[in-house]
């Protein structure tokens, strides 16, 4: 039975986007910093509303700033180093994760009432302080490393594709941010009790979602056995993991809505015209942070919705042309190839497989030959964008005078010679090739 970790590890082994099409580098990672950064930005927010209505907000401060650092450390070591397996360091966090917040969830309803106030208090911001220090390690280590993406080989750090990544990268982290806070004025302007049941219900759907999570890595590193039944178990979180954010978006965008509808009217006794003042100011403050909090709620899920949709649509490859094949040679004209256009053919294999291949003129003298995969991708193909080769798995733009060289994400090259106005590809190479098509 296959397994593999698909969501937690982020998306750098090489893109992950399947077909992301043209003007698609700001949207792309403007979602992927959105979906990794709302649930954890959701969670803190909640907390930091609850902890500074109990003046408790000051080591859980500590505790965020030192999770970020370690990220922030993890992020380099992983893009400098081979010193370190992600997958076992997530495992460390997220089991410290689930384990404090299911502590959290025990002293926030109760079972530490026989302590006295002081030592609550202490608990309280001691269990805040490891709770924000593990989210924020264990979810800012991929917004760190997205960075390391922008710049492709060969690529100048004032190209347009660079400028469009960054783009998408600071909207991303500025729409969480806003939603953070809005959501932390809002939360804070509700009664206590009535944040508790609302923090612990998404405390509750994150652990699930991390739970299944470490579930899915302990499997990866054949820590636990894989059953059926909890293969069975697994799949519903994995293929839907996006609901987890959906449903904990759902219940806090009650915040917004609730405060909104109480900033209305004047329900406060005054005393005079001035205290009238004050008190409408208030609550013109009050309903201008829920607007800011629902407006993010409803951008944040355009975007997780239907602009992923409409970013992460299928690129159709162009057909495949037809050719000739002559003495165990296939044989392509200049005329037909030579317009610095991409060119896609198949060869029938003995096996049955087809292996396509593309041909793109780079010069005056010379052409790129490949087939229509990498090592990387496999054989998910090449289309062209703005006069450029894209690779369709993940996105990755490739260097023209590349192509026909091994290395990266460049197609596999083919050897060709030229003669008689043709050129001419051996057929036993492609043989050769057939079960990268199976």
């Known amino acids: 039975m296959n397994f593999t970790v698909l969501a937690a590890t982020g998306t750098h082994a090489c893109g992950g986007q399947n077909g992301i099409l043209e003007g698609g580098a700001v949207l792309k990672y403007l979602i992927q910093v959105a979906q990794n950064l ?8 909640l907390f930091a509303a609850l902890a500074a209505k109990s003046r408790s907000a000051r080591l859980p ?3 965020f ?7 922030l450390l993890l992020a380099a070591l992983k893009n ?3 010193l370190v397996n992600r997958e076992y360091v997530n495992i460390v966090l997220l089991t410290a994760g689930i384990a404090t917040e299911l502590f959290l969830l025990a002293l926030l309803w109760g079972s530490a009432k026989g302590r006295s106030a002081e030592k609550r208090e202490w608990t309280f911001e001691s269990v805040g302080a490891v709770f924000a220090a593990a989210l924020a390690f264990y979810y800012l280590t991929d917004i760190f490393l997205y960075p390391t993406e922008f710049l492709l080989a060969g690529e100048s750090a004032f190209s347009t594709d660079f400028l469009f990544r960054a783009t998408g990268y600071l909207c991303g982290i500025l729409l969480a941010a806003l939603i953070g806070a809005a959501l932390f004025k809002t939360a804070a302007c509700l ?4 944040l508790l049941r609302i923090f612990s219900l998404c405390l509750t759907v994150g652990l699930i979602s991390q739970s299944s999570l470490l579930v899915q890595f302990l499997l990866a590193r054949r820590i636990i056995p894989m059953k059926d039944w909890l293969f069975a178990l697994l799949m519903p979180a994995i293929n839907y993991r996006d609901f987890f954010l959906y449903i904990m978006m759902a219940v806090t965008l009650i915040l917004p809505l609730l405060l909104y509808k109480r900033s209305l009217r004047v329900q406060s006794p005054y005393a005079n015209p001035a205290e009238l003042r004050k008190l409408k100011s208030g609550l013109r403050l009050r309903r201008r942070w829920s607007a800011l909090a629902i407006a993010g709620y409803i951008g944040a899920f355009f975007c997780l919705t239907a602009v992923k949709s409409y970013a992460e649509r299928e690129v159709v490859l162009s057909p495949i042309e037809p050719m000739t094949i002559k003495g165990g040679m296939v044989v392509l004209p200049l005329e037909t190839i030579s317009d610095w256009r991409l060119h896609r053919y198949a ?3 003995e096996n049955g497989a087809q292996v396509r291949f593309i041909v793109i003129r780079k010069n005056n003298v010379a052409y790129g030959v490949g087939l229509d995969a ?8 090449y289309y062209e964008r703005d006069d450029q080769v894209i690779c369709k798995l993940c996105d990755v733009v490739m260097n023209k005078s590349t192509i026909g060289f091994k290395g990266g994400c460049n197609p596999v090259p083919l050897a060709y010679t030229l003669k008689g106005g043709g050129m001419l590809i051996d057929t036993k190479d492609l043989e050769k090739e057939k079960t990268r098509f199976k």
């Open 38 to 45: 709302l649930l954890p930005v959701i969670m803190l927010a």
């Open 61 to 63: 401060c500590r505790g």
């Open 65 to 71: 700033a030192t999770g970020a650092a370690g990220a």
């Open 80 to 82: 400098f180093t081979v």
């Open 191 to 194: 009664s206590g009790d009535f």
């Open 347 to 349: 060869y029938e294999a």
């Open 374 to 381: 990498c090592d990387i991708c496999g054989p998910t193909g």
